[in-house]
């Protein structure tokens, strides 16, 4: 049983000084830029031919989704498949955590089945860091309530990559529903740590302004302040499904006061714009702002699974030397 929720690596070869991925708040800079070149490589994989390598042959990976998915979900289940190893997944409505039992119940029985790793999403914050705690398995944090969102942060700086020189001193802006953002927080981590600076904006009740102090970034109400001088806009949806009342007047304001248009893209005509998914469009972002060339939402998507298979290549446990 792990006494700790990140023992070191168990390949004393790895630079990783991690066993699961929970969040990137201890994540160095070199781990970050190895976690990145390796994706890289996997990135040129999915563009040959045959797209699949054995690496993985004989690991399993359960995937847990007790909240909604697209592209986490699908990327994760590509990316195991490509590496070759073996997937099984559940989701909240087809499993016994509606019929009463608990996370590390179900994770224990997942595991007495004999799988490597678990892909947990989880609308509870440290969920991911509990089951790292009371199981054996690797642990991949597929977004833990409003806490962090590490593959996705990690595909982003992937995307990143390709279209700069550098992080540092890189201005990159994100915009919207803040407080309820786990792909805000692990952004800011991913970034901060890599030398690029962050302004974080949004109406005033969705903008937890101790982040300011607490994560060494900057905040502001104002989008076009957030715009002016930034290289990457990111966008993000407004989490409904995490706040009671609403924190805003109305969408149609909403979208007048904080939405992207295209006059934004005409008066700042170097601006990428990168949005997690799922977009809403017509609010974070204007419909014709999320078909523009310099949108790069779908290259994120791409690089979602050469990332995750990164991940899995670097921290699952490999049964052959495939
Ligand atoms: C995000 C998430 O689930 O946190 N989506 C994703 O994983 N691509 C963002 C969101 O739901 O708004």
Redesign the pocket.
């Given at each position: 049983m792990a006494d700790s929720p990140d023992t070191p690596a168990v390949d004393a070869d790895s630079p990783l000084r991690h066993r699961h991925l929970l969040d990137l708040s201890t994540y160095d800079a070199d781990e970050l830029r190895h976690i990145l070149d390796t994706a890289q490589e996997f990135r040129a994989v999915l563009d040959r031919p045959i797209r699949q390598v054995p690496t993985l042959q004989g690991t399993t990976v359960a995937s847990l989704f007790f909240e909604p998915?697209t592209?986490?979900k699908l990327s994760f289940g590509l990316a195991a498949g490509r590496l070759s190893a073996e997937t099984v997944s559940l989701s909240k409505s087809g499993s016994s955590v509606k019929k009463g039992e608990t996370l590390k119940d179900t994770a224990r029985n997942v595991e007495a089945m004999k799988v490597d790793v678990v892909v947990l999403r989880h609308s509870s914050p440290g969920a991911p860091h509990f089951l790292a705690r009371c199981t054996d398995s690797v642990i991949l944090n597929a977004?833990d309530g409003a806490h962090a969102?590490p593959t996705?942060a990690l595909l982003d700086v992937l995307t990143m990559r390709e279209h700069i020189d550098t992080f540092d001193g890189l201005n990159v802006s994100i915009i919207g529903d803040i407080t309820h953002s786990?792909?805000a927080r692990s952004n800011v981590q991913a970034l901060t740590t890599l030398g690029a600076n962050v302004t974080l904006c949004g109406p005033a009740t969705m903008l937890p302004v101790e982040m300011e102090r607490a994560m060494d970034v900057r905040t502001t109400t104002d989008l076009d302040a957030a715009l002016e001088g930034c290289d990457i806009a990111m966008a993000?949806?407004i989490?409904m499904e995490r706040q009671d009342e609403g924190l805003f007047p109305s969408i149609r304001e909403y979208h007048m006061k904080f939405g992207i248009t295209p006059d934004h893209l005409r008066r700042h005509p170097n601006l990428l714009i990168m949005h997690?998914?799922?977009v809403n469009r017509g609010v974070e972002l204007a419909n014709d702002v999320v078909d523009h060339e310099r949108a790069i939402i779908l290259s994120q998507v791409t690089n979602g699974v050469a990332l995750r298979m990164a991940i899995l290549y670097l921290l699952a446990p490999q049964r052959t030397d495939g």
């Open positions: 998915s592209r986490t977004g969102h996705q786990r792909v993000l949806r989490q997690p998914g799922p």
